[in-house]
Antibody, heavy 118, light 111 residues
Framework: EVQLVESGGGLVKPGGSLRLSCAASGFTFSSYSMNWVRQAPGKGLEWVSSISSSSSYIYYADSVKGRFTISRDNAKNSLYLQMNSLRAEDTAVYYC???????????WGQGTMVTVSS | QSVLTQPPSVSAAPGQKVTISCSGSSSNIGNNYVSWYQQLPGTAPKLLIYENNKRPSGIPDRFSGSKSGTSATLGITGLQTGDEADYYCGTWDSSLSAHVVFGGGTKLTVL
């Protein structure tokens, strides 16, 4: 079965750090660009970051640039998001998503909740 | 404030047709492919349309996509109560900081 499973979310204080993971299975992970997309409670989708299949190309939303780092380990079929200097406005459900074709995100994980609060 | 503009809500009766618009600019929709997503309450988004008008395997042909200039449209025919959800458009924006952008979302109510 093709699936993505996120983990690593939780409650963290402002200024703290968290590392999210996304485990892929059922497809050739190393062939696809991957993304992190977040959704604050009651709000719309917000793209966070993208990484190409070989990690050659990496992009970030302005709102997280300099604080978040996306990476992947194709040998472990895993995607990561290192989040530092967290702020209250980073509170959201974080999804990993596969880029099937030209930014068509066809496979999404179930999401992991990140809450930044003192 | 989203770069892509969608109507906050649309509604129609079961069996009817509805369209959802997504308006952008030359830096995004005008020169890039558009995707559409459906998000049912409490679930992850689901890809409905990619590359402007292509449907992934398993998506019924009741769902269609089109693009003209700097706007895109999602069409849904034969509305069902199960179509009640939030719908988002997305594309690449090649302005100062290249990035992916989503519309603000449209809540579809099937009356």
């Amino acid at each position: 079965e093709v699936q993505l499973v996120e983990s690593g979310g939780g409650l963290v204080k402002p200024g703290g750090s968290l590392r999210l993971s996304c485990a892929a299975s059922g497809f050739t992970f190393s062939s696809y660009s991957m993304n992190w997309v977040r959704q604050a409670p009651g709000k719309g989708l917000e793209w966070v970051s993208s990484i190409s299949s070989s990690s050659s190309y990496i992009y970030y939303a302005d709102s997280v640039k300099g604080r978040f780092t996306i990476s992947r380990d194709n040998a472990k079929n895993s995607l990561y998001l290192q989040m530092n200097s967290l702020r209250a406005e980073d509170t959201a459900v974080y999804y990993c998503a596969r880029d099937f074709s030209n930014l068509g995100f066809d496979i999404w994980g179930q999401g992991t909740m990140v809450t930044v609060s003192s | 404030q989203s770069v892509l503009t969608q109507p906050p809500s649309v509604s129609a009766a079961p069996g009817q047709k509805v369209t959802i618009s997504c308006s952008g600019s030359s830096s995004n929709i005008g020169n890039n492919y558009v995707s559409w997503y459906q998000q049912l309450p409490g679930t992850a988004p689901k890809l409905l349309i990619y590359e402007n008008n292509k449907r992934p395997s398993g998506i019924p042909d009741r769902f269609s996509g089109s693009k003209s200039g700097t706007s895109a449209t999602l069409g849904i025919t034969g509305l069902q109560t199960g179509d009640e959800a939030d719908y988002y458009c997305g594309t690449w924006d090649s302005s100062l900081s290249a990035h992916v952008v989503f519309g603000g979302g449209t809540k579809l109510t099937v009356l």
